[in-house]
């Protein structure tokens, strides 16, 4: 996927038409420069619906990159929910944040970051992990949600409940 480019096509929606999309009934969020329609993923989502909610008709990009693989929504939202490009100067811009002296910190521990040649082994790894990660994704990823194990298995009792069989889960 590629994240640069927003010149590909033609028509391009805009922010107009995405705000309007904010709501569980109609939720769609932009990406990096693409919008996708995910209403009906909301219930699937791991991490809750109320996560993308937050985004609804906005862009998304800021809090969705640190968490997700670049492939996430190629494998999980259907082609017909890939909406197409945005123009991005008709995107409404989140205010300036104020001057975050948490983040500031962090920009410095990004710096002195050893280099990976000096991390030996997965210790090495998760203990740089822990001090340059924002604290959101590094909560995500530490918590082993990344092995997909847990969305299979939701995914899949989802669609053994909907087919007519018993299920245990419960949502």
């Not at 996927?1 to 028509?11: F, G, L, P």
């Not at 932009?30 to 937050?54: A, C, M, Q, S, W």
């Amino acid at each position: 996927m590629n994240h640069d480019s927003n010149n590909t096509q033609r028509n391009k929606l805009t922010g107009d038409q995405v705000s309007r999309h904010n709501t569980r009934e109609s939720c769609w969020v932009i990406i990096h420069g693409r919008v996708y329609d995910v209403t009906e993923f909301l219930p699937e989502h791991p991490g809750g619906p109320n996560v993308i909610l937050k985004y609804a008709g906005r862009d998304a990009t800021e809090e969705y990159e640190p968490i997700h693989p670049p492939d996430t929504l190629d494998k999980y939202l259907d082609r017909s929910r890939h909406l197409g490009e945005v123009d991005m100067g008709t995107v409404k811009r989140e205010e300036a944040k104020e001057d975050d002296p948490e983040e500031r910190e962090r920009q410095e521990r990004i710096r002195r970051m050893p280099i990976l040649e000096q991390c030996y082994n997965l210790m090495d790894f998760e203990a740089v992990a822990s001090r340059v990660m924002k604290r959101t994704a590094w909560a995500y990823y530490s918590s082993g949600a990344d092995d997909e194990i847990v969305s299979f298995e939701r995914h899949s009792s989802r669609k053994y409940h909907r087919e007519g069989r018993e299920s245990f889960v419960v949502d």
